[in-house]
Structure formats: C-alpha cells, structure tokens
C-alpha cells in the first residue's frame, strides 16, 4: 500500500497525555470522512496502546510515548505506539484477555482485547527491557461509503 500522509509525535508518558494522544488520532483519521462509530473505536484503540505503554512500559518511571500515524490509499490507517520501557516478557500471555502486569489490581487486563476487537491488524513487538511496539491498523469506511 502507498502511503499519501503521515504524522509523528512524542510525548511524555503521562497520564494526562493519553486524552491528547486520542485527539492527535481522531484528528489524523477525520481526513478519511469517517463514520462516527469507526472514530471512536480507532480512538480507543489508540487511547489502550499508550495507556500500556505509561502504565505497564514505564511503570513507576516517566519516559517518551511515540505516536506515529499514517493514512494509506484505500482509506487505511496505522498507528504505531512505541515506547522505551520494560518491555513484555511473553507477549502471548500479555495478549490473553484480563492478564496483567499490574500490582494494584486497577488495571483490568483489557487492552490488547480492546485493540484487537476495534481494529483491523495488531503487532506487537517487545524486547525485555528495550521497550514494545505496537502496530494497529484500521480500514475506515468513508460516511459516503467509500
């Protein structure tokens, strides 16, 4: 697929953060004339990444988030939700629905369920202590229904 518009940036991983992180995207994807729901959901999906990313890649530390948006022809987008931190030992058990890293027992283990139910494709990649990336990708259909 070609690429026809992209977009980057970084910010700190803090808790406040993650709204302006939905924003950038909302923003990013209303060029594809979308349909409300599809919004929403991409939003979120986006709002789980860097939400893992601060809460579970840098855990009681702060550190850079990389949000990476592109638009490809056919109404296609990814995001690319990078971050330097701990990294995932097993990202297979991470993937499995209500597992999580957390000791506070305030996170429900959602995530990545989230993300794969409201888009298209998900990668991930972690190395342990190297950090994680996170590729969603996401078909929108334009309200015209292109």
């Known amino acids: 697929m070609k690429s026809v518009n ?3 940036t970084v910010f ?7 709204s302006f992180a939905r924003t950038v995207a909302a923003a990013f994807a209303s060029q594809t004339d979308p349909v409300m729901s599809e919004l929403a959901e991409f939003k979120t999906a986006v709002s789980e990444a860097v939400t893992n990313a601060a809460v ?4 009681d530390s702060v550190g850079n988030i990389v949000l990476k948006l592109k638009l490809y022809e056919g109404n296609v987008i990814s995001a690319t939700v990078s971050d330097r931190g701990v990294g995932i030992e097993d990202v297979k058990k991470a993937r499995e629905p209500l ?3 957390s000791e506070t027992g305030e996170q429900a283990g959602m995530g990545f369920t989230v993300m794969e139910s409201f888009c298209d494709g998900i990668k991930v990649r972690s190395k ?3 950090g994680t990336t996170v590729v969603l990708t996401k078909k929108f259909r ?3 229904g292109v």
């Open 6 to 8: 992209e977009v980057k």
């Open 12 to 18: 700190k991983s803090l808790a406040a953060n993650e």
């Open 56 to 59: 579970h890649g840098y855990r």
């Open 99 to 101: 597992f999580t890293t």
């Open 128 to 130: 342990p202590g190297r």
């Open 142 to 144: 334009s309200k015209n």
